[in-house]
């Protein structure tokens, strides 16, 4: 009787053990899976900035920046369709986005990378109201656009998020299990164009120090 306890005992050890193990490995393998087919979203951004960081010409903190919320990012995403696979879906999510500005011209971008070049989906809201969306490859530096398409998409500012669906063949055609990387969503303020005033930016966010960055990977 107490060998049978023992090799009871003994063998509940070894079963114990090995399910530790297997549990171990499943935690270990469930976040590599998780990266690579899981799209962003609201809630799992490739971006997530931190608040209330607007900075005077891109470059010196102030407060209070109340009246700056509809410049101030939140966060970015990109996704994907099955049934819509040739399109590929930029969103960046502001504190307090308006349909129209009171004085100035608000520039809202996304820029990334691949393939060794450059793209930029971009909107400008003034006074006046909206722009079309655009998108497309942009110069070395990021300041201008090669040549570049009008977009479908949308300015939710209920929802506070800005939208484009972007033809992929119009940003270099990324492929199943290509990564889109360096993603960067940024805004500025200006006076508009029509002010005569000259186009400096005067205020801007940049993720200079985001909560999170990380890459896409293209799933259709």
Same mark, same amino acid.
């Given at each position: 009787?107490?060998?049978?306890?023992?090799?009871?005992?003994?063998?509940?050890?070894?079963?114990?053990?090995?399910?530790?193990?297997?549990?171990?490995?499943?935690?270990?393998?469930?976040?590599?899976? &998780?990266?690579? @087919?899981?799209?962003?979203?609201?809630?799992?951004?490739?971006?997530?900035?931190?608040?209330?960081?607007?900075?005077?010409?891109?470059?010196?903190?102030?407060?209070?920046?109340?009246?700056?919320?509809?410049?101030?990012?939140?966060?970015?995403?990109?996704?994907?369709?099955?049934?819509?696979?040739?399109?590929?879906?930029?969103?960046?999510?502001?504190?307090?986005?308006?349909?129209?500005?009171?004085?100035?011209?608000?520039?809202?971008?996304?820029?990334?990378?691949?393939? &060794?070049?450059?793209?930029?989906? &971009?909107?400008?809201?003034?006074?006046?109201?909206?722009?079309?969306?655009?998108?497309?490859? @942009?110069?070395?530096?990021?300041?201008?656009?090669? +040549?570049? $398409?009008?977009?479908?998409?949308?300015?939710?500012?209920?929802?506070?998020?800005? &939208?484009?669906?972007?033809?992929?063949? @119009?940003?270099?055609?990324?492929?199943?299990?290509?990564?889109?990387? +360096?993603? $960067?969503?940024?805004?500025?303020?200006?006076?508009?164009?029509?002010?005569?005033?000259?186009?400096?930016?005067?205020?801007?966010?940049?993720?200079? +120090?985001?909560?999170?960055?990380?890459?896409?990977?293209?799933?259709?």
């Amino acid at each position: 009787m107490v060998e049978i306890m023992l090799f009871n005992i003994n063998g509940g050890n070894q079963m114990k053990n090995k399910i530790i193990i297997i549990i171990i490995c499943t935690l270990l393998l469930l976040p590599v899976f &998780s990266f690579s @087919t899981i799209a962003g979203d609201p809630e799992n951004p490739e971006v997530e900035d931190r608040i209330r960081d607007v900075l005077l010409f891109g470059l010196f903190p102030f407060l209070p920046q109340f009246n700056f919320k509809y410049v101030d990012i939140i966060s970015a995403w990109i996704f994907e369709e099955s049934d819509n696979p040739e399109y590929l879906y930029m969103n960046i999510k502001i504190r307090d986005l308006q349909d129209a500005t009171e004085k100035y011209d608000a520039i809202y971008v996304i820029s990334w990378a691949y393939n &060794s070049a450059t793209y930029s989906a &971009s909107v400008h809201i003034s006074p006046e109201g909206a722009t079309s969306l655009i998108a497309g490859p @942009t110069d070395e530096e990021g300041n201008d656009y090669i +040549n570049y $398409v009008v977009c479908e998409g949308d300015i939710d500012s209920i929802n506070d998020i800005i &939208s484009w669906k972007i033809p992929k063949d @119009t940003i270099g055609n990324p492929s199943i299990g290509n990564k889109i990387t +360096n993603i $960067v969503p940024h805004t500025h303020l200006r006076y508009p164009e029509s002010s005569g005033i000259p186009m400096v930016d005067l205020f801007k966010d940049l993720p200079w +120090n985001a909560k999170i960055t990380k890459d896409y990977q293209i799933e259709y």
